[in-house]
């Protein structure tokens, strides 16, 4: 496979509206226990209702010919949490006043997809750029959404959507009996790519990697937002310090890492002088040393 020309943006900045998947872990975990392990189908889980968030951000784009994208990444999960969400932040107006361009689904997972009906209350008919992989079960959680507009299921591979933002569709099964993650990149003219994802289930090192491997007049690494998935259930041990070392081998110059990456990854990046921007610990978010809740993340 040949290397992808992106282009270069003008700006990037990226609202984190929640980074809360779910508001207790413990409960989480005993759920998908209950149902029998991360095997079984996220469909026949019996997910306790009051214990649902949703992971979502809103990001701005003004791109190599000065247009200004705004991109809805994942819709979160619980549909009356994500609905205050998205009033809160004033989403609300921009999907009704048709001022965001598509929504755009990182992977099936409930805490990123099931949140759907609280986008759809203000713009049934956004396009919606869902990842090739989506179950049938998915797909029909979709067509009984109320959802009037364009899905475009993207395959595997890069593609360029505007000029200095490409996506990336990863091919690989994810645990809950899910397939498929997408990824965007951004080149922020004169400072580098800025990776966004929504979970990392391919693993953030596979992500940069793919970045120096496959976009044309690649320089430099920017930016990392979203979950990193590193320790999600604050777990740590030498695999996870092996991560943290051939991340800081990468160089990266902002770290906006939130939701699964764990506050325990975050803690040791810190120690070890990786520059990891701080948030504000407001509107639910339960720590200030990552951009949570509300917070806004320009590179």
Not at 29 to 39: H, N
Not at 182 to 211: F, M, R, S
Not at 242 to 267: M, P, S
Not at 271 to 296: I, Q
Request: hydrophobic share 40%.
């Amino acid at each position: 496979m040949g290397t992808l020309a992106i282009g270069t943006a003008k700006s990037l900045s990226v609202k984190c509206l929640s980074e809360v998947s779910w508001h207790d872990n413990a409960r989480m975990r005993l759920d998908v226990r209950e149902a029998g392990g991360l095997s079984v189908d996220q469909f026949d889980v019996k997910w306790t209702p009051e214990n649902a968030a949703g992971v979502s951000a809103l990001v701005s784009v003004t791109a190599g010919d000065g247009r200004t994208w705004r991109i809805l990444m994942d819709v979160g999960w619980d549909v009356a949490y994500m609905d205050a969400v998205f009033r809160r932040e004033g989403v609300d107006r921009l999907l009704a006043d048709g001022n965001i361009d598509f929504v755009y689904v990182t992977h099936e997972h409930v805490d990123h997809f099931w949140g759907l009906p609280a986008v759809l209350k203000y713009r049934p008919d956004v396009k919606l750029m869902i990842p090739a992989g989506f179950s049938a079960r998915s797909k029909e959680l979709l067509a009984a959404s109320g959802h009037k507009g364009e899905v475009v299921e993207m395959p595997p591979g890069p593609h360029l959507l505007f000029p200095g933002c490409a996506t990336v569709t990863f091919d690989q099964p994810i645990f809950l009996k899910t397939h498929g993650e997408q990824v965007l990149y951004v080149n922020v003219e004169g400072k580098g790519i800025v990776t966004i994802t929504g979970c990392c289930h391919p693993g953030v090192l596979g992500l940069l990697g793919y970045a120096k491997e496959h976009f044309e007049g690649f320089t430099a690494f920017h930016g990392v937002y979203g979950g990193l998935h590193i320790s999600p259930f604050e777990e740590w041990g030498p695999p996870q310090e092996e991560v943290l070392d051939k991340l800081q081998a990468f160089g990266v110059r902002k770290f906006a890492c939130n939701h699964c990456t764990g506050e325990t990854a975050v803690k040791k990046m810190r120690e070890r002088g990786m520059p990891v921007l701080p948030g504000t610990a407001r509107n639910g978010s339960k720590s200030n040393l990552y951009p949570g809740n509300g917070d806004t993340v320009e590179f």
